[in-house]
T-cell receptor, first 113, second 111 residues
């Protein structure tokens, strides 16, 4: 089955530590996205990548970094510079061949202790 | 820039009631429009979509029509079930595939 996997599902981090969230897709999609969701709020775009070895900042990129070395993978690092990292993080990829439907992973809930 | 506005929740209704969630948008050009649903603790699932004016998206009894003249994409279902309890997001996609989401509307259906 094709889809997007995110790991881990729950992640705990101490203040001052960097942490990397995994996102893998086997849908052969070129473009991938990272969103942040806070309770009772919509999704905000952190970073996106239209193609391998290229990525752009979204609306709330400060304190985050990404890489896109492979088409299938788009890991997100939450750095110690992110002041309020506790949130639900969602990865998505897009089918640009037709209607630009985004497919989402199951999410990672990050909690800073 | 592009934006999506949807009605605030929570929307609480009884089983078999009619559901409407309003969504309006502001965009340059002709975006594709989407409704996504999120169940507790999960990612988003595409519910339905419309890619051009007057298109009607439908799925699982839900419908929404792309109205260019009113810049709207309201979600409707004629008879909701308890299993429809979730958060619903309206979204538009620009030419690069970036999604702009509304704030989400929580729907609670009681037996």
């Amino acid at each position: 089955d094709g889809g997007i996997t995110q790991s881990p599902k729950y992640l705990f981090r101490k203040e001052g530590q960097n942490v990397t969230l995994s996102c893998e897709q086997n849908l052969n999609h070129d473009a991938m996205y990272w969103y942040r969701q806070d309770p009772g709020q919509g999704l905000r775009l952190i970073y996106y990548s239209q193609i391998v070895n290229d990525f752009q900042k979204g609306d709330i990129a400060e304190g985050y970094s990404v890489s896109r070395e492979k088409k299938e993978s788009f890991p997100l690092t939450v750095t110690s510079a992110q002041k309020n990292p506790t949130a639900f993080y969602l990865c998505a990829s897009i089918d640009r061949g037709g209607s630009y439907e985004q497919f989402f992973g199951p999410g990672t809930r990050l909690t800073v202790l | 820039g592009d934006s999506v506005t949807q009605m605030e929740g929570p929307v609480t209704l009884s089983e078999e009631a009619f559901l409407t969630i309003n969504c309006t948008y502001t965009a340059t050009g002709y975006p594709s429009l989407f409704w996504y649903v999120q169940y507790p603790g999960e990612g988003l699932q595409l519910l339905l979509k419309a890619t051009k004016a007057d298109d009607k998206g439908s799925n699982k009894g839900f419908e929404a029509t792309y109205r260019k003249e009113t810049t709207s994409f309201h979600l409707e279902k004629g008879s909701v079930q308890v299993s429809d309890s979730a958060v619903y997001f309206c979204a538009l996609s620009d030419s690069w595939g970036k999604l702009q989401f509304g704030a989400g509307t929580q729907v609670v259906v009681t037996p």
